[in-house]
């Protein structure tokens, strides 16, 4: 058993590590026998050695020696020069006028600092750390399963197309053999009649032998010859076979038609996780739980809206309520779970309004293209809050911060920006990118606004196709310009556009009736359909439940799409 760190045996002395101690050098916090005290007193880089009874001991520290003073040590700190000092070097006034401290206090100083550090690494970033790899770990597990339901959805797609390319090649055998048959029958009829000619002229050889072989007179004129009868020979009928054409087989076209996998990778967030912690922070709830996409999304409700022609915009004012308007003057409020319009308002105008949005507070905002006005409605009144010359205002949103974001073209159709107000106030102005290209396209093609939840700013641009999203600064992060196979294989057509609490962006697609689901950083996602028909507004409850308003139809559709 090693007497020197066995659990179950004696201190032994730290020179001669045999005998029990009962001896300690404060000044050197050296451990003795009786018989190594002298030993120890006698090495020459010691001095002044104050040695006590073992059980006498204090906790005296061991104080530095001085980096000027070999043989001086340091009981003091100065904290100017950053270093412990000693008498001696208080004594030669090169520390005269600077800030000292005991080396005691400032040991105590840096315990406690080391102490919190420690504790801060086993009561926080340990526990975080383990949180993380369990995280990857979970994520991991989540990505083997949705590969596996990934190739397991491209196997059932391959089934189905060879379901369909069997079908297809049975009817086309189907119509072989037809072909077939109709072609045979036909030769069939034409043998049948050539071989009763060839009988009848059997029959009639044999009739003329035996006349020319008789003397009886009255035979041989009662013979008449028939040859003209078989002189014209039945037409020749040459089948014509169908021939089969193998359509080309084009990589390209083939892999646009049967799916395509969009691109993946690996996105790095350096702000992704948070230390972990045992206090709530007043921030603790600002971030949403993570939510999976259904499998495939569902609708929980229609609403029928009642106007006498298009159906635009859909924007929620609660979970139970939505906003709505559509080609007249009228903004309708109806209540989601009972369908029924609970209150109708006319712009302040009397003219169609472009968009609609709602405040942080709950009032209704409208754009008035006509006058070139954004309107807010407080306690039943409208007022205008924004007035502009020159350009149209077009789309609006209310951001987390309560400002408004407002889309507007130029007069001359030349032109298109994003402004920011707060209130009345113009604070910032989106239009061109870093190399001063402009951002959106200049023409009479709608565009739609949306604040994302990581303040990304996100347009729906019709006329350049696109959605085009940038930061909150306005510099440009991407566009996204669809994704291949469409549903009704149209060109992407953006409309209205909105975001949930995962920062995905949604999009209206008018043209292939159906709405774009792609993450914060551009990448698709998914299709959802749900049998819509021309969606155009679009807009998201706190429990991230969809709203489509429908154009011709004029309803608005409640989806689910996340678990």
Known sequence: MDPRTSAQDVMRCDLCETAV????????????????????????????????????????????????????????????????????????????????????????????????????????????YQDIASNVQNRMSQLEKEYGDLSTAIIKHEEDWHREIDKLVKKLKAEVDEMKNTQLQTLQKQLNEINKTMSDITEEINSTETAIDTNDLSKLFSVKSNVSRYINLPHKMIPLLP??????????????????????????????????????????????PVKQLLDGPETVTTIDTGYRDNLYNVVCLSDEEIWTNGYDSTMKLFSINQGSLLKSVRTKSWKIPFDIAVTKSGDLVYTDTSDRTVNIMKNEKIEKVIRIR?????????????????????????????????GSTKKQTI????????????????????????????????????????????????????????????????????????????????????????????????????????????????????????????????IKYLQ
């Open 21 to 128: 101690i009962q001896m300690h050098c404060e000044t050197c916090l050296v451990n003795l026998c009786k018989a190594c005290v002298g030993e120890h007193i006698s090495t020459g880089e010691y001095k002044d050695h104050k040695i006590v009874k073992f059980h006498d001991r204090q906790s005296t520290p061991l104080y530095p020696r001085c980096t000027t003073h070999a043989k001086e040590r340091c009981e003091m700190y100065c904290k100017q020069c950053d270093i412990p000092v000693c008498l001696s070097c208080l004594a030669s006034k090169q520390h005269l006028g600077h800030e000292l401290s005991k080396v005691l206090q400032v040991l105590e100083e840096k315990k406690d600092i080391i102490v919190k550090e420690r504790n801060e690494l086993i009561d926080t970033i340990y526990p975080t």
């Open 243 to 288: 021939k089969f054409i193998p359509g080309k087989i084009h990589w390209e076209e083939l892999s646009k038609i049967f799916g395509a996998l969009s691109s993946n990778s690996l996105k790095t967030d350096e702000h992704g996780y948070s230390m972990k912690t045992t206090q709530k922070s007043p921030e603790a709830g600002s971030s949403p």
């Open 390 to 422: 020159n350009w149209r205002t077009r789309s609006v949103c209310s951001t987390s911060s309560g400002d408004l974001l407002v889309i507007m073209d130029s007069d001359d159709y030349k032109q298109a920006k994003v402004v920011r107000y707060t």
């Open 431 to 558: 239009q061109f990118d870093d190399k001063g290209r402009p951002l959106y396209s200049f023409d009479s093609y709608r565009k739609y606004i949306t604040e994302n939840k990581n303040l990304d700013i996100c347009v729906s641009d019709s006329g350049a196709r696109a959605v085009v999203v940038v930061n909150q600064a306005g510099k440009l992060r991407f566009r996204y310009t669809g994704h291949i196979p469409a549903p009704k294989y149209q060109p992407f057509n953006p409309r209205g556009i909105t975001t949930d609490s995962q920062s995905h962006i949604l999009t209206a697609d008018v043209k292939n009736d159906c709405v774009h689901l792609i993450d914060q950083d551009g990448q698709f996602l998914r299709y959802i359909a749900c049998e819509l028909s021309q969606p155009w507004g679009l807009c998201t409850d706190t429990n991230d439940n969809l709203f489509v308003a429908q154009l011709l139809n004029i309803q608005v559709k409640k």
